[in-house]
């Protein structure tokens, strides 16, 4: 909680200054009003904490401009596009993942994805042959549209693990 | 504890009668005494005379600055806030209150630039005890700019009264000097804080973080208008501007002094390497003259030459001549690095003054945990060798062999037969120091960076 506004780190990155000192440099976003800055600190410097509420939720259907979201007592819970960052690049018609909604002051301010959720490629160009050892890496695309590198071995209609913290590949899956 | 309001002297500064004095050019008045007063340098004499906006080319207004300085273990930090404070106070008109935690310390460190008791006016900067009232806390809020300097942490009522004051000065918290690539990545990023005291909803204060630095991404280092030219005139004839020098320690050495002995000045932390370079100083064919600095450096010369050293005492092993010298005034100790051979020097302030001053040095960087000082020694030496540009095989070899005796040095090992490899190189060492000096000296001072940020947030 910074001067009214709860913000969050998204990204941190620690790095020792002179004599035993050490500073931190962050990437924070508002959580009331989504500006992100990226700042730095004293590794010693205090901030309050912020309690957040969370449920778990899954998607349920897009109602423009607002994507829908039920709890686990069929509550609904809208989001707008602007709150739902990179999440929106993994957003797709029948994606059974259990999310999180945080709240703020009764306000849904975030949705996080698992970790690891998995996705289906719906375009890749073919591979070449003998590119099995998984470190030669070409871009697929997936339904929502986001477009990623995957190993040179996947095809149209593969299943893949993705780190949602990262974006990052991870492996194949069989289905 | 009554303040004493008076402008005080500084050492080998210029003497001139009269009533009162102006020390800021731009008419900032500060408190006058009768009788002499005695200005700090001829170069800031001619710096303090012209106009402001010639001399700082950035300085609109009279700025009032107040710098936090917190006294840690040795005079590293108030060296660097001493001579910030006198430059923003002589080159650019600011009138700086420069705050020190621990006057007795500061004291200590001023009385060897020649001043005398604190709370005082030295050389027109207001040095002050830390802030402990209402009225020294509205002070600093009436600043333009806060400094607080490495990383110090102010005390928490100015911090409470800052919480609920209407308008905050510039604040910045002035950085440890490193050439790692990270720094230009840091430079001016702030933090957002919420202060105590602050109603809730109040935005966020923000502080910035200033990184000194040897890149124009960064604030760059502190450098006088004048020191390139005074260490031109001290070098014009380095074997008379030696006498000179030494005669003021020791007259018998002056006179005495070998034409082709080797100067170095010695002024470290302790370390297990010097027992094995100063045996190799004494076994070399050339003769050399050890200055070594009261201090740290002192007790591993005193093992070494197995009895107790006290100033001004010579003391000779075969090749080695050592003359223990006093702690100094810093226009005395830039005149010291620019004359010597061979500089060893520590930590941030002295390991700067030693590149203006265009000689080879050996850093003795301050140890920290887990090692990470010997990643700065390296992010140093990559960045003075790919800034110092293209060389011949014979110039690369003198710097590698440089930077191994750094490594050597800060890691305790065994210098000896690396000095014995590196001295006859340091004529070729010179050359590339005189290059990196140019090479810094074409960037920003510290000071006018700072005034320039300050400016920008202030508009």
């Known amino acids: 909680m910074i001067g009214g506004s709860p913000w969050k780190v998204q990204k941190s990155e620690f790095t020792k200054s002179g004599r035993n000192t050490a500073i931190c440099k962050m990437k924070l976003k ?39 979201f ?106 | 504890m009554p303040r004493k309001s008076q402008p005080e002297g500084s050492a080998g500064g210029e003497k001139l009668p009269r009533k009162s004095h102006t020390w800021a050019s731009n008419g900032a008045q500060f408190p006058s005494t009768e ?47 001493w001579r910030l404070a006198r430059q923003l106070t002589h080159e650019h008109g600011v009138r700086v209150t420069l705050w020190v935690d621990d006057i007795v310390a500061a004291e200590r460190f001023m009385a060897s630039q020649g001043h005398a008791k604190l709370p005082a006016f030295c050389e027109g900067v207001d040095v002050r005890h830390w802030p402990s009232h209402p009225g020294d806390f509205a002070e600093v809020l009436r600043s333009d700019l806060l400094i607080e300097a490495f990383a110090c942490h102010l005390p928490r009522p100015l911090l409470d009264a800052m919480g609920r004051a209407e308008r905050l000065p510039v604040w910045v918290n002035l950085e440890y000097l490193s050439a790692e690539p990270w720094v230009a990545e840091h430079h001016l990023l702030a933090s957002l804080l919420h202060l105590p005291g ?44 030696r006498r000179q020098l030494l005669r003021r320690w020791h007259p018998r050495v002056a006179e005495t002094l070998a034409p082709d002995a080797l100067l170095i000045s010695l002024f470290s932390y302790e370390t297990a390497a010097m027992a094995s370079w100063l045996q190799a100083l004494a076994d070399d064919s050339v ?134 490899h590196l001295r006859p190189q340091l004529s070729g060492l010179r050359e590339r120091a005189g290059k990196w000096q140019q090479h810094l000296a074409e960037m920003p001072d510290l000071a006018t960076s700072l005034l320039r940020f300050c400016r920008s947030q202030s508009r």
């Open chain 2, 198 to 241: 602050a109603a809730a909803a109040r935005p966020p204060a923000r502080k910035t973080f200033f990184f000194p630095g040897f890149t124009p991404a960064t604030g760059g280092l502190l450098r006088e208008s004048g020191l390139l030219q005074r260490h031109d005139h001290w070098q014009r004839n380095v074997p008379e501007s």
């Open chain 1, 30 to 68: 508002n959580l009331l009003n989504g500006m992100q800055t990226e700042t730095v600190y004293k590794a010693d410097d205090k901030f309050e904490m912020v309690i957040l509420e969370q449920k778990e939720v899954t998607y349920s259907y897009f109602a423009d401009p607002m994507y829908v």
């Open chain 2, 35 to 81: 009788g002499c007063v005695i200005l700090p340098a001829p170069g800031l004499c001619a710096a303090l005379r012209k106009p402001l906006a010639e001399t700082s080319g950035v300085s609109e207004q009279p700025l009032h600055c107040a710098l936090f300085c917190a006294i840690v273990d040795n005079f590293g930090d108030i060296g660097v806030c």
């Open chain 2, 287 to 420: 003769p050399t003259l050890l200055l070594v600095s009261q201090g740290r450096s002192l007790a591993g010369v005193a093992a070494f030459l197995e009895q107790p050293l006290e100033v001004g005492e010579v003391v000779c092993r075969g090749a080695l001549q050592v003359l223990v010298i006093p702690f100094m005034a810093q226009d005395d100790y830039d005149e010291l690095l620019s004359l010597c051979d061979f500089n060893c020097v520590r930590g941030e302030d002295s390991f700067v003054r030693a590149q203006w001053a265009a000689r080879p040095l050996l850093w003795h960087i301050y140890p920290q945990q887990e090692q990470a000082h010997l990643q700065k020694l390296e992010a140093f030496l990559q960045l003075q060798q790919a800034q110092t540009g293209p060389c011949d095989a014979l110039q690369a070899a003198s710097a590698l062999a440089l930077g191994q005796f750094m490594r050597f040095w800060n890691q305790g090992e065994d210098c000896g037969e690396l000095w014995h």
């Open chain 1, 70 to 175: 039920v709890d686990t007592d069929y509550e609904q819970i809208e989001i707008e596009k602007e709150d739902l960052d990179n999440v929106i690049d993994y957003i797709e018609d029948g994606m059974e993942d259990v999310c999180n909604a945080v709240f703020y002051n009764d306000k849904v301010i975030s949705i996080d994805l698992p970790n690891t959720i998995v996705r289906e490629i719906i375009y890749t160009e073919p591979s070449a042959r003998g590119d099995t050892s998984g470190k030669v890496m070409k871009t697929a695309r997936l339904k929502s549209g986001k477009e990623m590198s995957v190993s040179a071995f996947c095809e149209i209609g593969d299943f893949v693990e993705i780190d949602t913290r990262t974006g990052e590949y991870k492996s194949r899956v069989k289905r």
